[in-house]
């Protein structure tokens, strides 16, 4: 059983930064998508970023070049490095799971079993 535990979350001002982290146990290494998704108000949930290894990652095209994800596979901590916030970035971001079939990709969203509580960010201008 995959279990997520979110933290890192605050608020910011437009253009600073901040970072995520994810406690992530009950996971294999080579066998587990693992990501971020995000819901702002009256939004639907939409995927942010995913990742399998180094070479395998997936952004969203809102984030492409302002966010980064990252995964330390000794610590077990999932990492989203947040630059240029903007208040378009307010939102509830979740840190998911899934078992990894081909390539990792941050959706469709029904195909992430694991969900943690999420954490709250916000951006003003």
């Known amino acids: 059983q995959v279990q997520l535990v979110e933290s890192g979350g605050g608020s910011a001002q437009a253009g600073g930064s901040l970072r995520l982290s994810c406690a992530v146990s009950g996971y294999g290494y080579y066998s587990t998508c693992l990501g971020w998704f995000r819901q702002a108000p009256g939004k639907a949930r939409e995927g942010v970023a995913a990742?399998?290894?180094?070479?395998?990652?997936d952004y969203a095209d809102s984030v492409k070049g302002r966010f980064t994800i990252s995964l330390d596979n000794v610590k077990n901590v999932l990492y989203l490095e947040m630059t240029s916030l903007e208040p378009e970035d307010t939102a509830m971001y979740y840190c998911?799971?899934?078992?990894?079939?081909?390539?990792?990709?941050?959706?469709?969203?029904?195909?992430?079993?694991?969900w943690g509580q999420g954490t709250q960010v916000t951006v003003s201008s």
């Open positions: 990742i399998r290894n180094k070479v395998n990652q």
């Open positions: 998911v799971a899934r078992p990894l079939i081909g390539y990792c990709y941050a959706k469709p969203i029904h195909s992430f079993d694991y």
